[in-house]
């Protein structure tokens, strides 16, 4: 019963390259949610989604942020034209309804150079 | 201002020294709160969920606690393993479906 999942575990970016960000929810789960755990700060929602849907990303940066979840494949958090700040751990969560305990993958540590 | 907050910021134990983690919430609507466990380098590892004042949630050397104001996760008799960031996260009708997290408390349980 696999958890969920995302890849790249550690991705490493040049400023102003994209970073594409992956995840794989947990079997039967339909909502994934963003988050971002800057270094010796909190986790910070970004977005919500459900399947072909944005329902909530008042979390996410008005610039060079976008989400996705198609409705074949994996959920991505896309950044454009990254910069230093944008160095963290970006971790994906999955439940099966929207008010449901939520299930975190391993995380993505995005290091920009 | 800090809607979830964390205490204290981190607390050594020694092995079998029992204590409690606070989380408190200042929410509209409480849906739900929940407790997870987070290791360096790695994703929360889910604990618990709590619903309504007076709830008591336990598993092995954990037990979680909630009021109206507050959850508590006491620790009984730690071990060197049970050192971690312990995360809060409430879920209220102030933020929609999302979690809000607080800050955290680093762990450390000394043999």
């Known amino acids: 019963n696999a958890g969920v999942m995302q890849n790249p575990r550690h991705l490493v970016r040049r400023r102003g390259q994209e970073a594409r960000l992956r995840c794989s929810p947990m079997?039967?789960?339909?909502?994934v949610y963003w988050y971002r755990q800057l270094p010796e700060e909190g986790l910070k929602f970004m977005v919500y989604l459900q399947k072909e849907n944005i329902i909530d990303e008042s979390g996410m940066p008005k610039e060079r942020f976008s989400a996705e979840f198609p409705k074949e494949g994996p959920s991505i958090l896309r950044i454009q034209q990254v910069v230093r700040g944008d160095s963290a751990a970006y971790f994906c969560a999955s439940s099966p309804g929207g008010a449901d305990t939520q299930y975190f993958g391993p995380g993505t540590r995005l290091t920009v150079l | 201002e800090d809607q979830v907050t964390q205490s204290p910021e981190a607390l050594r134990l020694q092995e079998g020294e029992s204590s409690s983690l606070n989380c408190s919430y200042t929410v509209s609507g409480l849906r739900g709160l929940f407790w997870y466990r987070q290791d360096p380098g790695k994703g929360p590892e889910f604990l618990f969920t709590?619903?309504?004042a007076g709830e008591e949630k336990e598993k092995e050397r954990l037990k979680a606690t909630l009021t109206k104001k507050e959850s508590f996760l006491h620790i009984t008799a730690p071990k060197p393993e049970d050192s971690a960031t312990y995360l809060c996260?409430?879920?209220?009708?102030?933020?929609?479906?999302?979690?809000?997290f607080g800050p955290g408390t680093r762990l450390s349980v000394l043999p």
């Open positions: 709590l619903y309504s």
């Open positions: 996260a409430v879920q209220a009708s102030d933020y929609g479906q999302n979690f809000v």
């Open positions: 079997k039967g789960h339909s909502h």
